[in-house]
C-alpha cells in the first residue's frame, strides 16, 4: 500500500454548495477506483501567490489516500485536467516520512515538539546575552538559529 | 579580581568568530518538509522568491534536495510566488 496525496485548487466564484461537491465527486472517484480516504484536508479559501485564470483566491483541498497501484491516478487526473472547476492540481506519492508528518499534524503532535525545543532554545538566547556584553556590534554570522522557533510554531497551524 | 563579566575589551571579540553552520532538519529531527506550510518555506527563499544557497541556509544536501522540491511544489500551487519583490 502507498500513500498518496492530490491537493487541488477550486474556483472560488462557484457557491460552497459546488465547491463541496467538487471535492465530493473525486472523494467518490477515489473510492471507485479502489483507493482508501485516509485525510481530507479542506485548507479553505486562501489568497493565491500569483493570479490564476484571472482569480486571486481559491478554495484549498487535500487528499490524502492509500492505493494498492497508482494505475488510477492518471485516470483521476485526467478528470481533474478536463474539470474546469479546478484551477490547479498536484498528486504526490508520500514516503513513510510523509505519512508519519500528516498523521501527527492531525493529532496535533507537532505542535508539542515545539515547546520542548524552545526550552532547549534557552540557554543559547542566555549565551547570547552574554556575549553582548563587549560591543553591540554583536551580530551573529547567520540569523537562522534565532528564526528556529518561529518556524516551528508555525508548522503547528 | 575581575570577573568575567567586567573585563572590557578593547575590539569586540566575537568578530571574526563565525558560528557554525548546522541542518536545522538534521538538528531538529524534522524528517519532512511540507509543502503546503507557506511560512515554514519562505525561510528558505529570498526577498524575491528565489531559492537560498546551502552556503546561507547550512540545509545537508539531503534536505536542501527537498527543500528545494517543496518550494517548487509549493510555487505550482500559489502557495509561494514565483516572481515577487518584498516577499518578507
Known amino acids: 500500500m502507498r500513500h498518496y496525496e492530490i ?5 472560488p466564484v462557484l457557491s460552497g454548495d459546488e465547491v463541496k461537491s467538487t471535492a465530493q465527486t473525486y472523494k467518490e472517484m477515489i473510492t471507485n477506483e479502489g483507493g482508501s480516504i485516509v485525510h481530507v484536508d479542506e485548507m479553505g479559501l486562501r489568497q493565491l501567490a500569483y493570479p ?54 492531525r493529532n496535533g503532535k507537532i505542535g508539542k515538539k515545539v515547546k520542548k525545543e524552545k526550552v532547549k532554545e534557552i ?10 556584553h563587549a560591543a553591540p556590534a554583536a551580530t551573529p554570522a547567520v540569523a ?9 510554531d508555525d508548522s503547528e497551524e | 579580581m575581575a570577573t568575567q563579566d567586567e573585563i572590557k575589551f578593547l575590539a569586540n571579540p566575537n568578530i571574526g568568530s563565525q558560528k557554525k553552520k548546522y541542518c ?14 507557506e511560512n515554514f518555506l519562505i525561510q528558505f527563499v529570498n526577498e524575491q522568491g528565489k ?11 539531503k534536505f536542501q534536495r527537498r527543500v528545494a522540491s517543496a518550494v517548487k511544489r509549493a510555487r505550482h500551487l500559489a502557495i509561494l510566488p514565483f516572481v515577487t519583490d518584498l516577499l518578507k
Open chain 1, 7 to 11: 491537493t487541488f485548487i477550486v474556483d
Open chain 2, 24 to 37: 536545522r532538519f538534521k538538528k531538529f529531527g524534522l524528517k519532512h518538509v511540507d509543502y503546503k506550510d
Open chain 1, 144 to 152: 537562522a538559529p534565532v528564526a528556529i522557533p518561529i518556524i516551528l
Open chain 1, 52 to 105: 490564476i485564470n484571472k482569480r486571486s483566491t481559491g478554495v484549498y483541498y487535500s487528499i490524502e489516500f492509500a492505493a494498492e497501484t497508482g494505475n488510477m491516478i492518471s485516470k483521476v487526473e485526467l478528470a481533474l485536467k478536463r474539470d474546469e472547476r479546478i484551477m490547479r492540481f498536484l498528486t504526490v506519492s508520500l514516503d513513510k516520512f510523509a505519512v508519519k508528518y500528516n498523521d501527527d499534524k
Open chain 1, 123 to 132: 540557554p543559547y538566547g542566555a549565551y547570547n546575552s552574554n556575549a553582548h
Open chain 2, 51 to 61: 531559492l537560498l544557497p546551502r552556503r546561507l541556509t547550512g540545509n545537508s544536501l
